[in-house]
């Protein structure tokens, strides 16, 4: 896990990634001193990449009214004071995440709850087909053609804000449910024109906006995508199916694909389990020779080296254990002998320390 990753011109310093997690604190889309300080304190606490929330496209694109955005200059300029402030103070380096909610959006806060429509202001959400995500929650509009190419342009818009700020990479959002994932499961999409249907259909029209997005990227800067490999439900999307799904991004262009899985329906049957969505990981990047980022309930630098070693993820990413503790690269390292990783020098003493404490209790 201590080992560097090489992606385009991009090198990682070592193989643990914070995953994209929404703090839902931003006003009008702007992070603030909140987003700086947290992500900055992941940044310093040894990870290699370090992920931002999904920031949205557009502010009917967010969930919440908490969620960041990327299409104002204000949001440049907050975006531009995280980026500068990683790679000025850490050897991270740091991947943009950008999506759009797509049905799911119109919703109070994470924290009070998950797919709640709000109490009032709620806003029109679109979708695939005229179908909500749950029967609580608003009925999609069914996008048009015209509809397609507005969120494509938007997409492409927030990748050149993107690039003013200085990011390393920039990953798109199909997972989850959100819009362009909505478009890739059936369980969303029931269209029956040339953007529903088969999975080639399914997939055209979230191609088009990666694709879109790779024209306006650097070619010497990586694109992720991150996918769920499947919907856990009958009739869904398939791990199976999932291997085609990343083939056709790394065929537009994506570098690595990041794997998570399900929140596409509330009738989803996930089966939980320690490194639980390892297993997809695994199934994409060894039937089709695809590197992957392997997500979910890994919590131990043991089960980060296996999944390395074993190759069934080149990267590993971990979102709640970075919640408890933002300097989990450190405190792994320490804890497994590695003195050369890194530290702020501000903090050298306590690496000192904690080296020390380690090494007298493997004594005993
Ligand atoms: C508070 C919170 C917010 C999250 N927000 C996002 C997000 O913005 N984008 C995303 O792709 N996943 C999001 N996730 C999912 C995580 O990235 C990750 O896939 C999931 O938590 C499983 O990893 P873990 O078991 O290490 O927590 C979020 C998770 C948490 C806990």
């Not at 009738?267 to 992957?292: C, H, K, L």
Request: charged share 20%; proline share 6%; aromatic share 8%.
């Amino acid at each position: 896990m201590f080992t560097p990753y090489r992606l385009r011109e991009l090198t990682l310093p070592n193989r643990i990634v914070v995953s994209p997690m929404d703090v839902y604190s931003a006003t009008d889309g702007v992070p603030n001193d909140f987003h700086l300080v947290h992500l900055g304190a992941r940044a310093l606490g040894g990870a290699g990449l370090v992920f931002t929330e999904m920031a949205c496209v557009s502010p009917e694109g967010r969930i919440t009214l908490g969620c960041t955005g990327m299409y104002t200059s204000e949001h440049v300029q907050a975006w531009t004071r995280v980026v500068d402030f990683v790679h000025e103070r850490s050897p991270a380096k740091t991947c943009l995440q950008l999506g759009h909610s797509g049905r799911k959006g119109s919703t109070k806060l994470g924290l009070e709850g998950t797919d709640i429509p709000l109490d009032e202001g709620n806003w029109d959400v679109m979708g695939p087909s005229a179908l909500p995500h749950r029967p609580t929650m608003q009925t999609p509009r069914v996008m048009s053609r015209r509809d397609m190419e507005l969120v494509r342009d938007q997409f492409v818009r927030s990748t050149e804000l993107a690039v003013e700020c200085g990011f390393d990479m920039v990953e798109l959002h199909c997972a989850h449910g959100y819009l362009l994932s909505s478009f890739i499961t059936p369980l969303a999409n029931q269209r029956d024109d040339d953007y529903g249907g088969s999975l080639e259909n399914r997939l055209r029209f979230p191609l088009e906006v990666f694709t879109a997005m790779r024209a306006a990227w650097p070619a010497e800067r990586p694109m992720s995508v991150r996918i769920s490999a499947t919907d856990w439900v009958e009739g869904g999307v398939t791990g199976e199916e999932s291997v085609n799904i990343a083939r056709a991004f790394i065929a537009a262009g994506a570098d690595i694909i990041h794997v998570s899985t399900g929140q596409t329906s509330p009738d989803a049957r996930p089966v939980y389990g320690r490194m639980w969505q390892t297993p997809f990981s695994d199934r994409i990047r060894n039937e089709a020779r695809i590197p992957t980022i392997a997500v979910g309930n890994v919590t131990e630098p043991d089960q980060v080296n296996s999944i390395i070693a074993a190759g069934r993820a080149d990267l590993v990413a971990l979102a709640r254990p970075h919640l408890s503790d933002p300097a989990w690269t450190l405190h792994a390292a320490a804890e497994l002998g590695y003195a050369d990783q890194w530290w702020p020098w501000q903090y050298r003493s306590g690496k000192q320390q904690l080296e020390r404490l380690v090494e007298r209790r493997k004594q005993t």
